[in-house]
């Protein structure tokens, strides 16, 4: 079973306010990965990190969307100014390497109202 | 760019009949095929992974192979069981890409009825 771990499990937020969720990878997993799950089930991926260091990235041309992996303090993933159709489950996922299988977390699924 | 496609929609199916959901892919570079299941409400898990030597994985009674020359990563049992009425997602991730992110398919909603 999968030992990742976010939070909050559930965020609701007017439109218009930051929208911050917090994952922590399973032990040993230098790298994580967010991916956006939507109210029709598609996923998208956003972002990965191995250790501090993004290795991939969506193009974010918003620029709404920011994350980080700091040292010692869970990785994040914040909306600065959360829209409806930011409404959605956001998956942190971990793994061994970037070629290892990738552990799910159960998500933080916010609801922009 | 890399794509999914999977059987769509929902396949319903009675208990102990044979399931085969379809995947197809498109890429650039040799990628690697993955079948995750998400039962409601809990985390996508991997249910099967591709190899690159051509063994077929089996997990819960599952199996996949891997077809290059047809592209193909289609999801079977022998058996289907009231537990595995899911959300059935085919992945993949280029061997190429730095990062390994997951390319999704639109997902199959199975479900097994007694």
């Known amino acids: 079973n999968s030992k990742v771990i976010q939070t909050p499990r559930y965020l609701v937020k007017g439109q218009g306010q930051k929208a911050k969720m917090r994952c922590i990878p399973e032990?040993?997993?230098?790298?994580v990965f967010w991916y956006q799950q939507n109210k029709n089930n598609e996923f998208k991926f956003l972002i990965n990190?191995?250790?501090?260091?993004?290795?991939?990235q969506i193009d974010m041309t918003e620029k709404r969307f920011s994350a980080e992996c700091p040292s010692n303090s869970p990785c994040s993933l914040e909306i600065q100014s959360s829209e409806a159709g930011d409404s959605a489950l956001y998956l942190c996922?971990?793994?061994?390497?970037?070629?290892?299988?990738?552990?799910f977390g159960p998500g933080t699924r916010l609801t922009v109202l | 760019g890399d794509s999914v496609t999977q059987t769509e929609g929902l396949v319903t199916l009675t208990e102990g009949l044979p399931v085969m959901l379809n995947c197809t892919y498109q890429?650039?570079?040799?990628?690697?095929l993955f079948w995750y299941v998400q039962h409601l409400n809990e985390a996508p898990k991997l249910l099967l992974k591709?190899?690159?030597?051509?063994k077929r994985p089996e997990h819960q009674g599952f199996h996949a192979t891997l077809h290059k020359s047809s592209s193909s990563f289609h999801l079977q049992k022998s058996s289907a069981q009231l537990s595995d009425s899911a959300l059935y997602y085919c992945?993949?991730?280029?061997?190429?890409?730095?990062?390994?992110?997951?390319?999704f398919g639109i997902g199959t909603r199975v479900l097994v009825r007694p």
């Open positions: 990190f191995q250790n501090q260091e993004v290795l991939q």
């Open positions: 591709s190899f690159t030597d051509n």
């Open positions: 890429s650039t570079y040799s990628p690697f």
């Open positions: 992945a993949l991730s280029e061997a190429n890409s730095a990062g390994n992110k997951l390319t």
């Open positions: 996922a971990s793994s061994q390497g970037p070629w290892a299988e990738q552990f």
């Open positions: 032990k040993g997993h230098p790298v």
